[in-house]
């Protein structure tokens, strides 16, 4: 309920739903912990190292696809929303992760990948093969130009045109991804209908919210308008699909109207949470509008940090301020890394940092996602300073790596496996007689980053994380106050986050070198939390600290 001051009212935190301001984890399935000796990560692994993630202290989990697939993307490619791969285990398996996880008070939200489908799924079989049934207008299929040519200029993201040619329909289909990723037909009803019955399928095994993947790629322009250029801003364009403003085959007008069925669905289950992925050149518009009001999403997913070359004052400043606490505002979620995007660290930090550099800027860069408005996402292993793993051209896996080589950089090095044991085969990836590799390898200065390395450390980035965590829930100001800058310069950062009386100073040095100590703060009140040795008047670079008032 929003006040007529225009700002959100200030409830008792008992009355505040869970996932607002919630710390969520996101799990990479294949590779987060392998039971069975495959090389492979799994369900049963992931539920047998539930008590790292519970010890963290985070909300609730987000699972990347785990569904049936013919893993050409790893799981995008669904061909069965309601099952589980074999290479991840059975619906039983999911079903036993799910009550661990709610023993443990954590929630399990899971990705649904709606914009399209695995070139394997019986809806796709059944619409090439019988244009006429049932599944017929399920996917985008046109004819030829007289030419023979697709029928617009679009371009996929992996590469190519984003029409592949079907001898059985004699007909293109369209594809945003890889031609093994069909576009269904979103303005479909009766797709629509059967994506929310395997919502339902999910929400009755007990899961408490969906990641909702690429949702603007859901519907396109019916009138197949060709995209225009986009101009050249100096950047190196690696890929076709570099070169178009995307207006045409995604972010249509009536995605909102699937949305409010989603929403409407959800609703009937207490306490269910939806985020959406949302990428491109109008991405703040459409994360604004799919969450407006009570009867949209809960939240978007936002890509301000993901690719962002350096962390600055400038980038955090435009991000919260984007995002006001006022009426009818959607709620923001933010990550500084995620399965489909670079290490943070190795972002934005030079390769010859030293050790102990890279750990105060994790410190800081921690310290700072603690204090964000919003809801936060750490991706697996950024609680342990995770770099980003250099992958030999004979080891990749991604296909638009693989596809653009080398002049995209690989997925793969943020999806390498969780060093658990820094002494075992592989860092205790998987079972420790299995001698089996994992499907990547494990980065060389991971061992010294593994999770029993930095539990016997009490000052370890580990330990640190676990203690932001606990700060955030501990002060409503944090999890749920406005957030208001006070000063974005070349390096420094203050802003200030206040909630029901409680209010905050969150001060931070993003540069290498030490920064003044700011004028109006008070050099000797104790900071709540401190990283990189930041307080008591001192601002070393790397560094940040929360001051009470």
């Known amino acids: 309920m929003a006040a007529m001051s225009d700002k959100v009212s200030q409830r008792d935190p008992a009355d505040q739903p869970w996932w607002q301001g919630a710390a969520i984890y996101q799990i990479y399935p294949r590779s987060f912990a392998d039971s069975n000796g495959d090389g492979v990560g799994d369900l049963p692994g992931i539920t047998a190292h539930l008590d790292h993630v519970a010890r963290l202290g985070v909300d609730a989990i987000w699972l990347s696809p785990f569904f049936k697939s013919p893993m050409r993307d790893f799981g995008y490619d669904v061909s069965d929303y309601c099952d589980v791969d074999p290479i991840f285990g059975t619906l039983a398996d999911f079903d036993a992760l799910v009550a661990r996880a709610h023993e443990l008070g954590i929630r399990i939200v899971i990705d649904q990948v709606y914009a399209h489908t695995s070139d394997q799924h019986p809806w796709f079989q059944s619409s090439r093969n019988d244009p006429k049934g049932p599944h017929g207008d399920w996917y985008v299929w046109r004819d030829p130009k007289p030419d023979g040519s697709p029928p617009t200029n679009w371009q996929s993201v992996f590469g190519g045109p984003a029409w592949t040619w079907d001898g059985r329909r004699r007909q293109y289909y369209f594809h945003n991804f890889l031609k093994q990723q069909p576009q269904v037909n979103g303005h479909s009803p009766a797709l629509q209908a059967a994506l929310l019955d395997a919502a339902r399928f999910w929400l009755d095994r007990g899961v408490d919210g969906f990641r909702l993947d690429a949702l603007n790629f859901l519907m396109y322009d019916p009138a197949l308008r060709d995209n225009p250029p986009q101009p050249a801003n100096g950047q190196p364009r690696t890929r076709p699909f570099d070169y178009q403003r995307r207006l045409y085959n995604q972010g249509h007008r009536h995605v909102p109207r699937f949305i409010e069925k989603i929403r409407a669905l959800l609703d009937r289950y207490e306490g269910r949470f939806t985020v959406a992925e949302i990428g491109g050149e109008d991405a703040e518009r459409e994360m604004k509008l799919y969450t407006r009001g009570d009867h949209r999403l809960n939240s978007c997913y936002g890509f301000d940090f993901l690719y962002a070359p350096a962390l600055t004052p400038a980038v955090v400043a435009g991000a919260l301020k984007a995002w006001p606490d006022r009426a009818g505002m959607g709620w923001p979620s933010w990550a500084f890394e995620n399965h489909d995007a670079p290490r943070a660290v190795s972002r934005w930090l030079s390769p010859k940092a030293s050790d102990a550099e890279q750990l105060r800027f994790n410190e800081m860069k921690m310290l700072l996602l603690a204090a964000m408005r919003g809801n936060i996402f750490l991706y697996q292993g950024e609680e342990l300073g995770l770099t980003q793993v250099e992958i030999a051209f004979e080891d990749l896996q991604d296909p638009e790596a693989i596809a653009n080589w080398p002049h995209t950089l690989s997925r793969d090095g943020a999806r390498t496996p969780m060093p658990w044991v820094a002494d075992a085969p592989y860092c205790g990836f998987s079972p420790k007689d299995s001698g089996a590799r994992p499907w990547l390898p494990v980065g060389s200065d991971h061992v010294a980053r593994a999770v029993d390395r930095q539990e016997a450390a009490p000052a370890s980035l580990l330990n640190t994380t676990r203690r932001l965590l606990a700060l955030r829930k501990a002060h409503p100001a944090l ?55 930041a307080g008591q008047g001192a601002l070393p670079g790397y560094s940040g600290c929360i001051l009470p008032g």
Not at 480 to 488: L, P, Q, R, S, Y
Not at 505 to 526: M, R, V, Y
Request: hydrophobic residues 40%.
């Open 479 to 533: 999890r749920w106050g406005e957030a208001k800058i006070v000063e974005a310069g070349e390096a420094r950062l203050i802003f200030r986050r206040s909630y029901d009386g409680e209010r905050l100073t969150c001060l931070f040095n993003l540069g290498p070198e030490p920064a003044p100590w700011p004028k109006g703060i008070s050099k000797s009140a104790a900071p709540l939390a401190s990283a990189g040795g």
